[in-house]
């Protein structure tokens, strides 16, 4: 029987996806003794992830806690109830519905006062920014430094210039601004990544300039959920509505991968920031939106969030006992709070130090990836991505790399 050369070069690719054959460079198939073989012949980046024990990145929630079956129901639920119109483009500020349901849950959790009419749901809070730069045009805005290096670069691309001012115990130094920034950008709930929380008299300082000099506050609230030792500090959003544009996601609650955000803005800033979004995008995927909305409002949300805020918090207390037992001298700084901790290592050189535990499995951030510099080396370490009883091994993979 002839074949064609597709058929039978489509059974060899077949049979060696599926294990039976090894196909490697300049030699020729060779049958193989198991399908178990076969996994000695590993694209390379499956390698690379298995070099990898602990991908301890700030930024990120446990996602092997992502609420699977309950997230299904609520999208379920979007696409049985989705009528025709629904099916059409959704409006360009989000769906009424969750911008509703937003408005009332951020009111209640983080004490922001805003109706659904301030609130535009974003492509996570990465697209706030960007809406929040085009609506403002080419502008000074003031950054935390250190800070977040990813959303200066989005707001210097749209033309927004940051200037990077120091940040003390207390915050944003705001006696140091100059009175050339139309905006300032800050994370008052829990600094990233030093993790100080902002005091009630520097908030009260902030929006005090600001309004003197006619500019906007920028309050990224990006994991403000969490906060293990107290109730968080409010929004300053709560404070005054009229200055402070307020923005957060579901990346440090639910999943990066959701990519949904919200911002709200003062009622003065609606016309121009739908003006941006309509040049931006066609709207966002509204079953999702949908899906968001019945999550929030069937308490799955909050549910979900004091879960994880139970489980990070004893994540946090384990890797803490273990760094002091395995780096006696290493401090950590910041609130109780958050996803990260910022843990300093006297006398160590960072670049070299987050190389070695690197090369013993352990990814992390060095704090001057984020534009901090200090004497010794300062880690980023995420303990909501250890896993449980495995806090020992990492400190001790950390006090290795350091002894190297
Ligand atoms: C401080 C801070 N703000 C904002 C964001 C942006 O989050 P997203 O665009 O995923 O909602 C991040 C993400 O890592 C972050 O760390």
């Known amino acids: 029987m002839a074949v064609s050369r597709g058929v039978v070069s489509d059974a060899y690719a077949q049979l060696a996806a599926e294990g039976w054959l090894l196909i490697a460079p ?27 024990r602990y991908d301890l990145r700030p930024g990120r929630p446990d996602l092997s806690r992502f609420p699977r079956a309950d997230w299904l129901r609520s999208l379920g639920a979007a696409v049985r109830g989705a009528g025709d119109a629904e099916l059409d483009y959704p409006p360009i500020a989000g769906t009424e519905r969750l911008r509703a349901v937003l408005a009332a849950y951020r009111g209640r959790v983080r004490g922001t006062l805003a109706t659904g009419e301030d609130v535009l749901v974003c492509l996570g809070a990465a697209q706030a920014f960007i809406t929040i730069a085009v609506a403002l045009g080419p502008a000074q805005v003031a950054v935390e430094d250190p800070g977040h290096t990813g959303i200066r670069e ?14 003390d115990e207390e915050g944003i130094v705001v006696h140091e601004l100059p009175y050339s920034v139309r905006a300032i950008l800050v994370t008052p709930a829990h600094q990233f990544p030093t993790g100080v929380v902002m005091s009630a008299r520097r908030r009260a300082d902030l ?63 609606h016309e121009r920031l ?48 273990a760094l002091a037992r395995e780096l006696p001298d290493a401090t950590v700084s910041g609130a109780a709070a958050g996803l ?54 990492v400190a001790a993979l950390i006090a290795t790399a350091r002894g190297r």
Do not use: N
């Open 207 to 269: 929006l005090a300039w600001a309004e003197r000099r006619d500019a906007i506050v920028i309050e990224d609230d990006y994991d403000a959920e969490y906060r293990y030792d107290r109730a968080p500090v409010g929004a300053l959003q709560g404070l005054r509505p009229d200055l402070v544009f307020h923005i957060g996601s579901v990346s440090k609650t639910l999943a990066p991968a959701l990519r949904l955000g919200w911002l709200i803005a003062p009622p003065a800033w």
């Open 26 to 52: 300049r030699s020729g198939p060779r049958v193989a003794s198991s399908p178990r073989e076969h996994k000695g012949v590993r694209p390379l980046y499956v390698e690379a992830a298995e070099a990898v």
């Open 340 to 393: 990260h901790v910022a843990v300093h290592v006297p006398g160590a050189d960072e670049g070299a130090l987050v190389a070695a535990c690197r090369e013993h499995g352990v990814v992390l951030d060095g704090a001057a990836q984020h534009g901090a510099h200090s004497e010794g080396a300062t880690l980023l370490i995420s303990f909501a991505a250890v896993p449980d009883a495995a806090a020992g091994h």
């Open 154 to 167: 989005l707001l210097r691309v749209r033309g927004l210039e940051p200037v990077p001012m120091r940040v």
């Open 274 to 321: 739908l003006l941006a979004r309509e040049g931006l995008d066609h709207g966002l995927p509204a079953l999702e939106q949908h899906a968001l909305a019945d999550f929030i409002e069937r308490g799955a949300y909050d549910r979900h969030i004091r879960r994880s805020a139970r489980a990070y918090r004893r994540r946090r207390d384990a890797l803490l006992e």
